[in-house]
């Protein structure tokens, strides 16, 4: 029988935090904490509550597997859980919704019922949760949070929804954010959820960035006659990774099967310390029907054979020619083709990922993001004999320790600047297309007819809170830059680039380039 006055102190101990724990439950952890001596009793207790605490439980009543959870994390601190995955790809129909809540003001995670094709409401929704989402993370930036009763602040701005332009007839310098749209052609406007106004942009200061029409921007001008004499234009300012999870805690936003953000794991933080030498490799164009190519990532596998990488990121094409009636049979060789490379190489083939992004064009799905994987019955015969083989959505996300990477493989560069209103006179465009994604917090931030993606998996392109790693593998030259304390890459194509690839260390959190040095017969 246990002693009755350590079962009190269990359950005083338990509801000092809240929680409540049943009688018999009480009795079991007091006989289990009894074989501990009595000064450190009180700490085994406090750390097994704080465990249960960190379970993020639905109501307060605490069930017999949080309990065994709790003994075992504290039994065993250094041994991962079963879902606290060092490496793990989450595809994108699978990515958490994040959607403001009015009533409890803050971000919320919500849930997606599965559907390609839902009802026509759908497309609506598209720009109006992207709005919103901008909207209410821009109003709590400290450049927009109007000051508090007897609160004298001077620098601060106030952004004023359409609505209230087109229903009191204000009139001169406002600041508003919209949607920017085209109704007219050749006539622009602004948008937002309650309503349109026209707006003019002869004499506009366009700010960095690449802004487009289906961009959602903040303008500044003089409103007068129903239009807006726009003065300056440019994004919602950015919102670091930090100050975006505060609203949701240690929930896990990124995907997952873990409940609670890997991004917080101390135990994953120094797993990933340890493997100061550990690579994720991204190769774009990996044309698995060209000799070169398999020949170059011959060489690849040679140079890494002592020291397997963590995974080889492939993005399409997997073709080096456009789809037609033999693509299937080819990729399906192809494959082949690469299975016997890599087992000539058992290290690399037993320690390594290899995670396959379809490009749009790719075979076996229409040209609609999110994209699904490649076709199974083409790549069963990889997956069988790789046992590191994943093949992955267009986009995914890849978490590796508390390293959150998200995969595009797309040509959004040249997108986004053949329909920019305005180039800007920087030269250095990556620095704007990645300021752009960012401060949009939307992976392409196009019109549906640019890039078409299917409604209800809007989300699946959203990048918040921002991750610390973005890859836009597109077939414009390789690059790298950094933008919000997070990298934004381009392994550039890696049969017309050179044979050039990105890689990128975790534990040091830096970027390298590489390529495949020339043969002596200059190929």
């Known amino acids: 029988m246990a002693d009755q006055k350590l079962v009190k102190t269990v359950q005083s101990t338990f509801s000092l935090y809240g929680l409540i724990l049943s009688r018999n439950l009480s009795i079991s952890l007091a006989k289990e904490i009894s074989n501990v001596g009595e000064n450190e009793r009180n700490t085994w207790l406090i750390q097994i509550v704080e465990q249960v605490l960190a379970q993020s439980l639905k109501d307060p009543h605490v069930t017999v597997e949080n309990l065994k959870l709790a003994i075992e994390e504290c039994i065993k601190p250094d041994t991962l859980k079963s879902t606290e995955t060092i490496l793990s790809v989450i595809n994108a129909f699978d990515t958490p919704k994040i959607k403001h809540d009015l009533c409890k003001k803050k971000f919320l995670l919500t849930a997606v019922t599965p559907d390609l094709y839902p009802e026509a409401e759908y497309k609506c929704l598209v720009f ?19 000051p508090r009763l007897g609160e004298k602040k001077e620098n601060w701005i106030e952004l004023v929804p359409i609505e209230y332009l087109l229903s009191d007839s204000r009139k001169g310098s406002i600041y508003v954010m919209g949607l920017l749209t085209q109704l007219t052609e050749g006539q622009y406007y602004l948008e937002d959820t309650g309503g349109t106004i026209k707006i003019d942009l002869q004499q506009a200061n366009f700010q960095d960035g690449l802004i487009m029409e289906g961009s959602i921007v903040i303008a500044s001008g003089d409103y007068r006659d129903g239009i807006l004499y726009v003065e300056g234009i440019g994004f919602p300012p950015a919102e670091s990774s930090s100050t975006s999870r505060v609203d949701f805690g240690d929930a896990n936003t990124f995907g997952g099967s873990h409940n609670l953000s890997l991004k917080l794991s101390e135990k994953l933080k120094i797993h990933e310390e340890s493997n100061e030498d550990g690579m994720v490799i991204f190769v774009s164009e990996m044309w698995l029907d060209d000799v070169t190519v398999l020949r170059k990532f011959r060489t690849m596998l040679d ?37 016997d490379l890599i087992m000539q190489y058992p290290e690399i083939k037993e320690s390594s990922k290899f995670i396959f992004v379809p490009a749009t064009d790719d075979v076996g799905a229409p040209k609609i993001l999110p994209r699904p994987p490649l076709p199974k019955h083409l790549t069963e015969d990889f997956r ?4 590191g083989a994943i093949f992955a959505t267009n986009p995914c996300r890849i978490q590796y320790c508390t390293k959150e990477i998200v995969v595009l493989r797309e040509d959004i ?18 620095d704007h297309y990645a300021k752009s994604i960012i401060c949009q917090s939307y992976l392409t931030p196009l019109n549906l007819s640019v890039i078409p993606i299917y409604w209800k998996y809007n989300h699946a392109l959203q990048i918040y809170p921002t991750p610390d790693l973005i890859v836009a593998a597109d077939k414009f030259e390789a690059y790298e830059t950094k933008y919000s304390n997070c990298h934004v890459i381009n392994p550039g194509s890696f049969p017309k680039n050179n044979f050039s690839f990105k890689v990128y260390v975790p534990a040091l959190d830096v970027i390298e380039h590489c390529a495949i040095p020339k043969d002596i017969d200059g190929v």
């Open 128 to 146: 109006r949760d992207r709005f919103e989402l901008l909207w209410y993370r821009t109003l709590r930036h400290k450049l927009f949070t109007p």
């Open 413 to 430: 560069l040249t997108k986004m600047c053949r329909n920019t209103l305005r180039f800007p006179r920087d030269e250095n465009i990556y």
């Open 384 to 387: 069988k004999n790789i046992p």
């Open 303 to 339: 140079g890494y054979s002592e020291y397997p990488p963590i995974a080889f990121v492939f993005c399409g094409h997997f073709l080096s020619f456009p789809a037609n009636i033999t693509s299937a049979q080819k990729l399906k060789q192809g494959l082949k083709d690469l299975t």
